[in-house]
């Protein structure tokens, strides 16, 4: 296996451990006497230190050295679950939020520059390379995310989950170490300014249509996706208190779990058959937003109708179609890359990151001002909106040519 696509696989690998208590992180927290309120300060303290480092982490990566970078996000991660189990002192969860941050940070951006310097300037192969990272975290999210609901199912026990988290980010953190690198950050001989370094790094994006579609898909994207991301759980239980969840609705849980990450590898599965340079993949991830959009309009009927079993069904293929969104956005923008990038790719995908972070925090504030007594399923609506602006973005991108 070469070095871009090991990266890619313990990429993946690290995502999909990420997910293993992701699926009752909240739960466990709420559990141990941690309030709502609570809860939104840590989100807070998340959202503030990303939107601090994200894009400078970034450019960093590029001007020095990409592995370091990523292997020092990995150590991070590694010191939020230990953290975590400290609930519900506070003092430990503001630092486990502002460590996990900084981990993403570092890794965001940096990890595909890396495997972008991998592969030598053969853009065409990196699409391969990001489809391969998201089977592996598909496949690997189904294992994990099932191995924590099953811990709780049977032991009643939420930190061993944790604990078993730290030691499976432990083995990620060691493969990062041990991949060689040939060049896989900035040259270390004086160059410009870091400064004009950023300024490049936002020009990559913002300086031609790629860049622009590119950035504009994955904020819609990002928009459309907090409601899913934040607020699946009671949407799928219909209201019901995620603080104490029965068996059947952990199994509720287990199955909207499996079934989403099981349709997010068959689809990645499915679009590296089609080359990201023809036309056809463009239109097909066209396709799947416009399909999206519909989708999330029939899970709010079938769960305003308490169509459990269909509704399940429905929210795994959303989840398979919505996948193809903002890796196919990524996919069709470093395709079209012509030139002089190296030393600004990470950079330049930090300032989408960022970018994504502050829809994301924009669309939660208009949801917290929401009423009180609107059902959280008709949030629903939000990502349908979203999904039908993707596929039109995408079917106007689809009529440009320009190289970057």
């Known amino acids: 296996m070469n070095t871009a696509n090991i990266l890619s696989v313990n990429y993946g690998a690290y995502n999909a451990i990420r997910m293993l208590i992701g699926v009752y992180h909240a739960a466990f927290l709420i559990s141990t006497g941690v309030t709502i309120s609570q809860l939104a300060v840590l989100q807070i303290v998340f959202s503030v230190t990303v939107l601090i480092l994200d894009f400078p ?57 890396w495997v972008l310097s991998a592969l030598d300037g053969r853009n065409e192969k990196f699409t391969l390379c990001a489809h391969l990272c ?51 950050g900035g040259e270390k001989e004086a160059r410009d300014s870091i400064i004009k370094q950023a300024k490049e790094s936002i ?33 799928m239980l219909s209201g019901e208190s995620i603080g104490s969840l029965s068996k059947r609705e952990l199994i509720t849980l287990l199955m909207c779990h499996i079934g989403a990450f099981s349709m997010q590898y068959i689809a990645n599965y499915l679009m590296p058959k089609i080359d990201v340079r023809c036309k056809l993949y463009i239109l097909v991830c066209t396709l799947c937003s416009f399909l999206s959009s519909i989708a999330c309009i029939l899970l709010f009927m079938l769960i305003t109708d308490n169509n459990v079993v269909l509704g399940v069904a429905i929210f795994s293929i959303i989840h398979g179609m919505i996948s193809t969104i903002p890796v196919g956005a990524q996919n069709i923008f470093i395709s079209r890359l012509n030139g002089n990038y190296k030393n600004i790719i990470s950079g330049a995908l930090g300032l989408v990151s ?19 007594n609107m059902p959280v399923t008709t949030y629903i609506f939000i990502s349908a909106i979203a999904c039908v602006l993707c596929g039109c973005l995408f079917l106007m991108w689809s009529f440009k040519k320009e190289m970057v």
Not at 215 to 232: A, R
Not at 354 to 372: E, H, T
């Open 57 to 113: 982490l970034s450019v960093i990566a590029d001007r020095f050295y990409r592995k370091q970078v990523v292997v020092s996000g990995v150590f991070f991660t590694i010191l939020f679950y230990p953290l975590c189990i400290q609930s519900p002192d506070m003092l430990a969860l503001v630092f486990s939020e502002i460590f996990y941050a900084i981990g993403i940070c570092c890794i965001s951006g940096a990890i595909e520059g």
């Open 134 to 184: 998201e089977r592996v975290s598909s496949f690997g999210s189904v294992i994990t995310g099932a191995v924590g609901i099953l811990v709780v199912y049977f032991y009643d026990s939420y930190k061993s989950g944790y604990i078993v988290s730290f030691f499976l980010m432990f083995v990620v953190f060691i493969v990062f170490l041990c991949v060689k690198t040939n060049g896989s």
């Open 203 to 235: 020009g990559l994006i913002t300086g031609s249509y790629n860049g622009t579609y590119f950035l504009s898909i994955t904020c819609m994207f990002t928009l459309g996706i907090q409601v899913i991301y934040h607020f699946w759980q009671p949407i």
């Open 354 to 372: 960022l970018s994504c972070r502050v829809a994301s925090i924009s669309v939660l504030g208009v949801i917290s001002v929401l009423p009180g």
